[in-house]
């Protein structure tokens, strides 16, 4: 087409040019006055073909753009007999319709696809712009919302206030957990959230997840772990008085009838008062277990204040030393930076780091060159993170899951809650306590600040 179109194109210039050159002859000449005239009229003609065939080859372009800026494929383009150029242009532009057409349907199945894979999942999916209006949510969003139509956030005032406040700002934060009560009672829901933009528009996407199930799971498995450990304390506690009770009884009567007074001698009385005391000792264990268990339960709301980490680190060095002159084992400290500051209640985050740096000193009592740090910097989130790391034997991958069950121990004088009490303290402060080992070289517990 190319070809052929440029052969019109330049064999018409080329009659142009010659009419003119014609005409120029013909005005120089007094005789051929005439001609001159007729060469004029030929050359309007000419430029008037030239024109109409040019206008012809691009109404029909223009009109296959606007065709497809309009998306409307359903293009006809007609065969020209007597146009060689023109009906060679309609069969490539029917060639390119063609090929826009398989490219829009293999589009249109994919978005299909994608929508039924979206619908089909049991993640909530939804898409709102930067108004709040609601570009796509699945169906098992708005299963989870109890909303038959969900086509702006002003629309979750009908499900829960709080939620509705919190939704728009979601996406400032990355991930939340967050609950509200739906039709069907409390539920917990994790928000993931990502910015993207479409077509100039700011869009936010987020995924829903019901975690009620995985968090009513873990919750029942530490409650079990809870009780078998406070069934086991409970036993060793009763099962040695119940047997000393009896042993007891057992010399005051006899065939189920109580023995005379004169048959009570010093060795009676002596073995009963060693058992009374055994029973008395019991007892102020198991007080002493109960008062555990209720300072582990009734830890008041902390008190935050801006505290600088590396002077917190110094002070706790400085401490170590003071307590630990003679010993051994090396403590030191080790931050990335002198400006970190954290927002918390000092002596509750003093309680934990002493209880960590205590527990790593009794882990190294058996090892030579103990080796204790303190380390300080940011996360790969930019989160504070405040570790405390030795390099004694390790915990165990098995009971890696064990160690912060309330009441678990694997020390004979230890009484299970110091860590347990540790993360409870991390989780008033919106944060947590995390622990990596590797047996034989070293432990390593964190403490994550999320602010």
Known sequence: MSHSFLFNIISRLILIVATSVGIGWAFTSEQHAF?????????????????????????????????????????????????????????HLAEVNEQIQRIQLTQHQQEQYFRALIEHVGTGILTYDDRGFVIHANRSLKNLLGLEQFTHLQQLEKVDHQLAQLLPQIHQHGQRLVTFNGKQG????????????????????????DINRELDEKELDSWMRLIRVLTHEIMNSIAPVTSL??????????????????????????????????????????????????????????????IEVDGLLQKMLLLYKAQNQDDKIHLEVNTTSNDLIIHADEKMINQVLLNL???????????????????????????????????????????????????FTTRENGNGIGLSLSRQILRLHGGSLNVRSVPNKETVFCLLFND
Do not use: W
């Not at 065939?53 to 065709?67: D, G, H, K, L, T």
């Not at 009570?264 to 007080?287: C, F, S």
């Open 245 to 306: 009770s009896e042993s007891l009884s057992s010399y005051f009567q006899k065939e189920g009838q109580p023995i005379a007074p004169e048959q009570i001698n010093e060795k009676i009385i002596g073995t009963t008062i060693r058992g009374l005391d055994i029973i008395k000792e019991q007892g102020r264990g198991l007080i002493s277990f109960v008062e555990s268990y209720r300072k582990l339960t009734r830890l008041p709301n902390p008190n935050k204040q801006p």
């Open 357 to 407: 740096v205590k527990n790593s000193r009794e882990a190294l009592a058996e090892t030579e060159s103990g080796k204790i740090e303190m380390l300080a910097g940011r996360n790969k989130k930019g989160q504070i993170e405040i570790c405390v790391k030795d390099n004694g034997p390790g915990i165990p991958a098995e009971l890696l899951d064990e160690i912060f069950v309330p009441f």
């Open 186 to 209: 409390k539920v917990n829901i994790s928000i993931k959230s990502s910015t993207f933009k479409n077509k100039e528009k700011n869009l936010v996407l987020l995924s829903v997840q």
């Open 35 to 91: 001609a001159g005239i007729g060469l004029c009229l030929l050359l309007v003609i000419l430029i008037s073909n030239l024109i109409q065939y040019q206008n012809r080859v691009n109404e029909r372009i223009s009109y296959f753009f606007e065709a497809v800026k309009n998306e409307d494929f359903s293009l006809a383009f007609p065969s020209h007999k007597n146009d060689r150029i023109i009906q060679e242009l309609n069969q």
